[in-house]
C-alpha cells in the first residue's frame, strides 16, 4: 500500500435515520437501536467523525485471480450458487479477491449469461459484527437496456435493472441503495438463485425492456463501468466516503479477530 492509495470507508450516520433504526434494529431490540443510531447522528452533528473498520478501494483496484487461487472459504459458501448458474447457462468472465484494508475480507465473481443479456455478480465478504466475524454472500443480475424506458409513475428513464439476493438483516437497508434510473428488487436469499433469475427476466418481459446483449469482450468493461456510477452515487449521498491517510493508517491496523 503507498500514500497515493484511496481508500474509502462506509458513512453509516449520513443515512436516513428511521432507515438506520429499523436496520439496527433487526439485530438489537428497537430502544437500543434507535439509541445507537441517535449517538451516531450526535456525533455527526458534532464534526466527530466514525472511524470505520475497514476501508475498500475504488472500482478496479481489485486483484483478479485464476479460480484456483480464490479463497476456498469463498468458494465454499458460492458452491451451490456456482452449480446453479452453470446448470442456468451462465459462464464466468471474472474471478477477484477486494482491495480491503483493516477488518474485511471479500472477494467476487461475475459471469454473464448465455445470451448474454444479464451479468450475474457473486460477493463474499467476512467483517466484524455484534457477536464476531459476521461472513455473508450477495447475488445479484444486472441488465443494461439498450434504450431507454420510462415507467407509468417516473420522469426518470430507466437504463439497468437489479435482482439482487441479500440476508434478511441486510434487507433493511435496501432503499438506501434504490436509485431512479435503475429498476431495482431485492429479494430475501432464502427464496433462491433460480427464482430471482426468473424474477428477474420477468420484470424485463413485464416492462418490454429492451436488455443489452453484450460481447464477452465488453462485458466487463460495461459491468465496471455500471458499477463505477453506483459507486459514484454513494459517494454522492455520502454513504461512502474518501479516507484520509491517518484513517487509513489507523483502519490499516485492524484485523478481523
Known sequence: ???????????????????????????????????V???????????????PSHGIGGIGS??????????????????????QLTDLGFTSLRYSVENNIGAKESASIVLISSDSTILAYLDWFQIPGAGGVEERRVAEFNSLLESKRYPSDSTVAVTEVM???AHKNDLALQDAFK???????????????PKALQAHQRRI?????????LGQDEALQAYDEMNQRRFDLMLERGYLRELTPREIDRISRKKLQ
Open 62 to 83: 481489485e486483484t483478479v485471480l485464476d479460480r484456483n487461487l480464490m479463497p476456498p472459504r469463498a468458494m465454499s459458501r458460492w458452491a451451490d450458487w456456482l452449480e
Open 1 to 35: 500500500m503507498t500514500s497515493r492509495e484511496r481508500y474509502y470507508g462506509e458513512s453509516i450516520d449520513a443515512m436516513p435515520f428511521g432507515l438506520m433504526v429499523n436496520a439496527i434494529g433487526q439485530v438489537v431490540p428497537l430502544p437500543i437501536s434507535f439509541a
Open 205 to 213: 418481459q413485464q416492462n418490454h425492456y429492451p436488455p443489452r446483449c
Open 179 to 193: 436509485c431512479d434510473h435503475i429498476d431495482t428488487v431485492f429479494l430475501d436469499e432464502k427464496q433462491g438463485l
Open 163 to 165: 435482482t439482487a439476493m
Open 37 to 51: 443510531t441517535f449517538w451516531f447522528r450526535l456525533r455527526r452533528w458534532l464534526g466527530v467523525r466514525i472511524l
